[in-house]
């Protein structure tokens, strides 16, 4: 089965119960949609969470957030071959796997896009107080060059984003300490042109700190859904 939640940021709580309650085996998979807090220090500080993810029953896959290091800057990472797609993973963690943006991964008879990577709103208040801020979070010109190479020689039917197409933005979650004036929507705006141009069924996302559904699309945070590609 496969099985897909929104942002973790560290918190793993929310697969204790499921796993009590569904038996998840090794033929499972969870997908974490960015922000995972797995890569947050890109070092031995991240090992003990490693050590809680890669003890889980199924295997863990993630899109690339923003609060977190891209996999693809750590030594320790290597690519290899996952249903279909290239993904990064370290030796001693096998059972966590990162997805190379861009990818088409085979999910069931659903072929997958990836498209990590989203700004952070919280950018100054993170830079102002030390804090963790990733020069590299949103998709650079290589990595939307290849997304959109992909997406013109393969068909689609889901696609598995961080963040959504612009005008898809759940403004009510807005924080109201953050001067929108200073928010880079670049990404999401380059998501609104892919969007516009590409037949799919379904679009899954997280970022927003919500669980919602508009169209064909599915916002979401704390939620563990089945893998679809029907409303």
Same mark, same amino acid.
């Given at each position: 089965m496969i099985y897909?939640?929104?942002?973790?940021?560290?918190?793993?709580?929310?697969?204790i119960p499921f796993i009590n309650r569904f038996h998840p085996t090794s033929d499972d998979v969870m997908i974490?949609?960015?922000?995972?807090?797995?890569?947050?220090?890109?070092?031995k500080k991240d090992n003990a969470t490693k050590v809680l993810v890669n003890s889980f029953p199924f295997t863990t896959?993630?899109?690339?957030?923003?609060?977190?290091?891209?996999?693809?800057?750590?030594?320790?990472?290597?690519?290899?071959q996952y249903r279909s797609g290239t993904v990064y993973v370290e030796e001693a963690?096998?059972?966590?796997?990162?997805?190379?943006?861009?990818?088409?991964?085979?999910?069931d008879d659903y072929a997958c896009i990836s498209i990590g990577g989203a700004?952070?709103?919280?950018?100054?208040?993170?830079?102002?107080?030390?804090?963790?801020?990733?020069?590299?979070?949103?998709?650079d010109k290589s990595i939307k060059?290849?997304? /959109?190479?992909? *997406?013109? %020689?393969?068909?689609?039917?889901? !696609?598995?984003?961080?963040?959504?197409?612009?005008?898809?933005?759940?403004? /009510?979650?807005? *924080?109201? %300490?953050?001067?929108?004036?200073? !928010?880079d929507h670049s990404t999401e705006q380059w998501l609104e042109k892919i969007e516009k141009t590409i037949t799919y069924k379904r679009w899954y996302c997280g970022?927003?700190?919500?669980d919602k559904t508009i169209d064909k699309l599915r916002f979401m945070f704390h939620d563990i859904d089945i893998l679809k590609g029907d409303l």
């Open positions: 897909i939640t929104g942002d973790t940021h560290g918190d793993f709580s929310r697969f974490i949609l960015g922000d995972a807090g797995i890569n947050y220090y890109g070092g896959f993630c899109i690339h957030g923003n609060h977190e290091k891209r996999p693809e800057s750590i030594p320790s990472y290597t690519t290899k963690f096998p059972n966590i796997l990162f997805a190379k943006d861009g990818e088409i991964f085979e999910f700004y952070s709103v919280d950018k100054y208040y993170r830079l102002k107080h030390g804090w963790q801020w990733f020069s590299d979070e949103q998709p060059a290849y997304v /959109e190479q992909q *997406l013109e %020689t393969h068909h689609i039917d889901i !696609v598995l984003s961080h963040t959504c197409p612009y005008s898809y933005e759940p403004r /009510e979650v807005f *924080l109201s %300490t953050v001067d929108e004036s200073t !928010v970022h927003f700190h919500t």
